[in-house]
């Protein structure tokens, strides 16, 4: 098969909405093939493209793409994500559960990946936006209990100096392939992206609080008083207000 050809039919059928052909003309390439005559095209596709493959994860049947993206192109795909205003974010978390998990995978090399480009730390912060009381209490107690005595948030100073306590959890105790194992890893092997997404977190719970947009984040003034108790039980979300599922790419 002409790759050429093949991307540019490939980019046309997702220019059309047409997410489930595109994905099948990859597949057969890969049947047809082999996996790396796929990851070949996948290299030459641009990051929006294989993003919108991606998203239209469907757990009923295994999708080739997701099983041969690397850390890499993964990477710079979800940080494109949140142009599409998804404000359940239900489509990223379940692109990222199925990458980040998948069977043969490193879920570190998609982390550090995540971690070394600009927006990184924003997407991850996306990806928890529904759980972000539960995210504060195992960054205060190392556990995901949160209960209606919160107490203060940990100020980014004291979350530099808590970094290397020892995990109250172990991670086979959290190991769900979902949020808590992905917040366990960050927390306990990649610190930095871990502080770095919760504050962002944090920014984007006040410009929810606010009225504000995304890219109006105001200055995070860790002055540890910020209340989580409605967040986690259906009454307020630190996310976008919009519900536009329309991709803005």
Same mark, same amino acid.
Not at 25 to 30: C, H, I, K, P, Q
Not at 38 to 59: F, H, N, S, T
Not at 220 to 236: I, Q, Y
């Given at each position: 098969?002409?790759?050429?050809?093949? $991307?540019?039919?490939?980019?046309?059928?997702?220019?059309?909405?047409? $997410?489930?052909?595109?994905?099948?003309?990859?597949? =057969? %390439?890969?049947?047809? =093939?082999?996996?790396?005559? %796929?990851?070949?095209?996948?290299?030459?596709?641009?990051?929006?493209?294989?993003?919108?493959?991606?998203?239209?994860?469907?757990?009923?049947?295994?999708?080739?793409?997701?099983?041969?993206?690397?850390?890499?192109?993964?990477? #710079?795909?979800?940080?494109?994500?949140?142009?599409?205003?998804?404000?359940?974010?239900?489509?990223?978390?379940?692109?990222?559960?199925?990458? $980040?998990?998948? &069977? &043969?995978?490193?879920?570190?090399? !998609?982390?550090?990946?995540?971690?070394?480009? @600009?927006?990184?730390?924003?997407?991850?912060?996306?990806?928890?936006?529904?759980?972000?009381?539960? $995210? @504060?209490?195992?960054?205060?107690?190392?556990? !995901?209990?949160?209960? =209606?005595?919160?107490?203060?948030?940990?100020?980014?100073?004291?979350?530099?100096?808590?970094?290397?306590?020892?995990?109250?959890?172990?991670? /086979?105790?959290?190991?769900?392939?979902?949020?808590?194992?992905?917040?366990?890893?960050?927390?306990?092997?990649? #610190?930095?992206? !871990?502080? @770095?997404?919760?504050?962002?977190?944090?920014?984007?719970?006040?410009?929810?609080?606010?009225? %504000?947009?995304?890219?109006? %984040?105001?200055?995070?003034?860790?002055?540890?008083?910020?209340?989580?108790? /409605?967040?986690?039980?259906?009454?307020?979300?630190?996310?976008?207000?919009?519900?536009?599922?329309?991709?803005?790419?």
């Amino acid at each position: 098969m002409n790759h050429l050809a093949l $991307i540019t039919q490939t980019r046309s059928l997702i220019a059309a909405g047409d $997410i489930v052909g595109a994905e099948s003309a990859l597949a =057969e %390439l890969a049947d047809a =093939e082999g996996d790396n005559a %796929l990851m070949v095209v996948l290299d030459q596709l641009a990051p929006k493209d294989i993003l919108a493959v991606m998203r239209e994860y469907d757990d009923s049947r295994a999708s080739v793409v997701n099983l041969l993206v690397t850390p890499e192109q993964f990477a #710079r795909a979800m940080v494109l994500e949140k142009q599409y205003k998804d404000l359940s974010h239900t489509h990223l978390r379940s692109m990222v559960n199925a990458v $980040i998990f998948r &069977d &043969d995978g490193e879920p570190l090399e !998609f982390l550090n990946a995540i971690g070394d480009l @600009e927006g990184g730390s924003e997407a991850l912060a996306n990806y928890f936006t529904e759980k972000w009381s539960r $995210i @504060e209490a195992f960054a205060r107690t190392g556990t !995901f209990d949160a209960t =209606e005595d919160y107490g203060l948030m940990l100020t980014e100073e004291q979350l530099l100096a808590s970094a290397y306590v020892q995990p109250q959890l172990l991670q /086979d105790e959290v190991a769900d392939r979902d949020w808590m194992q992905l917040a366990w890893l960050l927390r306990y092997e990649c #610190r930095d992206l !871990f502080i @770095e997404m919760l504050l962002v977190l944090r920014a984007k719970a006040r410009a929810h609080d606010l009225g %504000l947009e995304d890219d109006e %984040l105001p200055e995070e003034d860790d002055d540890g008083k910020f209340e989580t108790s /409605d967040t986690d039980r259906g009454k307020a979300t630190p996310a976008a207000r919009t519900s536009d599922e329309e991709s803005a790419i």
